[in-house]
């Protein structure tokens, strides 16, 4: 399952979760997904430098996984994986090598569903802490963020960020 393709419109859940931190429109768009079997949030955010431990169920037919999660202080970047394979047990697939843990460095996307204006009044989070929408038109598509510039509210040299913005790692637990 994949929830958003880079170069394409992003979906409205996926912009609510990028432009506000606000993860309830995703969660509840993914249970009537008929490729999506287990799901999660997290129950707070997680600070720069922390982790948080989540886990999901897969089964057969159900092997990819994604996470996504809004960067803070910016007008719609989040942090994504998209559909990747779960390590495979090791004795459905004898002959290929057994991976019990997958480690993976997410980058940073735009929804480009918000201008990058950079101003506190659209942006929430420290030090901003607001939750308005930006009326100005966005990209239109996802890409790849490319930070914070400086360019009004937020100096480029306390918020700014080079990719990989996130490490996800993924752990067969049997």
Known sequence: ????????????ELATLAEEGNPGPLLGLLPTLPAV????????????AGSMTLQVMSKPGFRRIS???????????FFAISSIQVPLPPTLFFFLPFERTRILNAPAYDAGSEADSELCAFIPGPPCGNNVHDPADGEGFVYISNGIHGVDDLPADGYDWHNPVVRVEITRMD
Do not use: H
């Open 67 to 77: 996470a996504v999660g809004m960067l803070a202080t910016t007008n719609d970047a």
């Open 1 to 12: 399952m994949s929830l958003f393709t880079v170069g394409q419109p992003v979906i409205p």
């Open 37 to 48: 079997f287990d799901f999660t949030a997290g129950p707070s955010p997680i600070p720069p």
